[in-house]
């Protein structure tokens, strides 16, 4: 029996007719203002980025259909495996890895240059919700089976800390934790990992932190220290949102951007320029799409009657809200300057691929959302 058919007898035509369109519709929006802020970044060419961007989009959106066509079986079986692929991967970083910018992060294929970090993201979604899946829930709320989650997570996190790329490991950090949480962690239990999280970070920062990191610590506390420094970046992008007023300079009109004040305004810092250009109301419509998007996340993840499912969709759901929560915090100097691109809008080739797929994920939890796997589900388990 083909693994199209294992959790329910019905046919891929079937399956598409089940498809959240509405869905699929608020990504290609999304995707789509991606596509003409990175035309005016190059100030109406479509080279190098927008139309990079556009294929990868074109090509994501079928992606996000293929992989919803799949049944939970199928990822519950994958979920293990494709754990260790990427922990493998991200070990391949420290002896094989490409540095760019001062960071060995990503492994060249040819091609293509491939960023393990942002497949664990993904992989570690699925083994956490398989994990909670397969538990007995007596062992759930319970410290006993916080041991392995904390492995999970943490393994990964150290490996990424060696890149060094502390905005992504944190990520990892935080949709684990609310994966644990929603799986019925222990209030207790919360309380007390609360303590032990503070002290670790208190170390972290007393005696761990990498100088360049409290570099950016110390330019968000007080950017003006530093301005044609480590605070020019924060600067720069709070000139360009603010410049943009209430409705914006106009579309490809922005100076900050067309005088190249702006720094990475391709990737990190993506929403100056929209900021600008469009001003507050632009700004509140993409933010407002997101909005919806996520909505609709939790609506599917409600909707599912498997554990795995519900985790799985609301933790590619916290992964997203993150990226763009962070991203537009940094812009506007509300959080440190990490390396967190704005997701489907920035430019950048594993990450919008990796993004696309957990939205697959999601798209296919709701053609799915019937399905209920028995513990231990799966085409390898």
Same mark, same amino acid.
């Given at each position: 029996m =083909?693994?199209?058919?294992?959790?329910?007898?019905?046919?891929?035509r079937?399956?598409?007719?089940?498809?959240?369109?509405?869905?699929? *519709?608020?990504?290609?929006?999304?995707g789509?203002?991606?596509?003409?802020?990175l035309? =005016?970044?190059?100030?109406?060419?479509?080279?190098?980025?927008?139309?990079?961007?556009?294929?990868?989009?074109a090509?994501?959106?079928?992606?996000?259909?293929?992989?919803?066509?799949?049944?939970?079986?199928?990822?519950? !079986?994958?979920?293990?495996?494709?754990?260790?692929?990427?922990?493998? &991967?991200?070990?391949?970083?420290?002896?094989? +890895?490409?540095?760019?910018?001062?960071?060995?992060?990503?492994?060249? &294929?040819?091609?293509?240059?491939?960023?393990?970090?942002?497949?664990?993201?993904?992989?570690?979604?699925?083994?956490?919700?398989?994990?909670?899946?397969?538990?007995?829930?007596?062992?759930? =709320? !319970?410290?006993?089976?916080?041991?392995?989650?904390?492995?999970?997570?943490?393994?990964?996190?150290?490996?990424?800390?060696?890149?060094?790329?502390?905005?992504?490991?944190?990520?990892?950090?935080?949709?684990?934790?609310?994966?644990?949480?929603?799986?019925?962690?222990?209030?207790?239990?919360?309380?007390?990992?609360?303590? $032990?999280?503070?002290?670790?970070?208190?170390?972290?920062?007393?005696?761990?932190?990498?100088?360049?990191?409290?570099?950016?610590? @110390?330019?968000? &506390?007080?950017?003006?220290?530093?301005?044609?420094?480590a !605070?020019? @970046?924060?600067?720069?992008? @709070?000139?360009?949102?603010?410049?943009?007023?209430?409705? +914006?300079?106009g579309?490809?009109?922005?100076? @900050?951007?067309s *005088?190249d004040?702006?720094p990475?305004?391709?990737?990190?810092?993506?929403?100056? #320029?929209?900021?600008?250009? $469009?001003?507050?109301?632009?700004?509140?419509?993409?933010?407002?799409?997101?909005?919806?998007?996520?909505?609709?996340?939790?609506?599917?993840?409600?909707?599912?009657?498997?554990?795995?499912?519900?985790?799985?969709?609301?933790?590619?759901?916290t992964? $997203?809200?993150?990226?763009?929560?962070?991203? #537009?915090?940094?812009?506007?100097?509300?959080?440190?300057?990490?390396?967190?691109?704005?997701?489907?809008?920035?430019?950048?080739?594993? #990450?919008?691929?990796?993004?696309?797929?957990?939205? !697959?994920?999601?798209?296919?939890?709701?053609?799915?959302?019937?399905?209920?796997?028995?513990?231990?589900?799966?085409?390898?388990?």
């Amino acid at each position: 029996m =083909s693994f199209f058919t294992v959790s329910a007898p019905r046919d891929i035509r079937s399956k598409l007719f089940e498809i959240n369109w509405t869905f699929v *519709l608020l990504v290609a929006l999304i995707g789509a203002v991606g596509v003409a802020m990175l035309y =005016s970044v190059e100030q109406g060419s479509w080279n190098p980025y927008a139309i990079r961007h556009l294929v990868r989009l074109a090509a994501g959106l079928g992606l996000m259909v293929f992989v919803a066509m799949f049944p939970p079986r199928f990822w519950m !079986g994958i979920a293990y495996p494709a754990y260790l692929g990427a922990l493998v &991967l991200l070990i391949g970083v420290e002896f094989m +890895g490409v540095t760019v910018g001062g960071a060995q992060r990503w492994i060249d &294929l040819g091609p293509i240059r491939m960023q393990p970090s942002e497949i664990m993201k993904i992989a570690l979604v699925l083994a956490l919700a398989r994990y909670y899946h397969d538990l007995p829930e007596d062992r759930v =709320s !319970g410290l006993g089976g916080l041991i392995i989650p904390a492995i999970m997570i943490g393994t990964p996190m150290a490996l990424i800390m060696l890149q060094p790329d502390l905005g992504t490991s944190l990520l990892l950090a935080a949709t684990g934790a609310a994966i644990i949480f929603l799986a019925g962690l222990s209030w207790w239990v919360i309380s007390g990992a609360t303590v $032990f999280a503070a002290g670790g970070i208190f170390i972290y920062l007393r005696f761990l932190i990498e100088p360049y990191q409290m570099a950016r610590i @110390q330019t968000f &506390l007080n950017p003006e220290a530093d301005p044609r420094g480590a !605070g020019y @970046q924060i600067q720069q992008a @709070q000139i360009a949102l603010g410049s943009g007023g209430s409705t +914006g300079k106009g579309y490809m009109q922005g100076t @900050q951007s067309s *005088l190249d004040f702006l720094p990475e305004k391709q990737t990190d810092f993506i929403f100056t #320029v929209l900021g600008e250009e $469009f001003g507050f109301v632009g700004g509140m419509v993409v933010l407002g799409l997101y909005a919806l998007l996520l909505a609709n996340c939790v609506l599917i993840a409600s909707s599912c009657k498997s554990t795995f499912l519900r985790l799985a969709v609301m933790g590619v759901a916290t992964t $997203f809200s993150l990226y763009v929560f962070i991203n #537009v915090g940094m812009v506007m100097g509300m959080l440190p300057v990490v390396g967190v691109p704005l997701p489907l809008i920035s430019h950048g080739g594993t #990450v919008m691929m990796a993004v696309l797929f957990g939205l !697959g994920l999601i798209l296919g939890a709701h053609v799915h959302r019937s399905a209920e796997p028995p513990k231990g589900a799966g085409l390898f388990g």
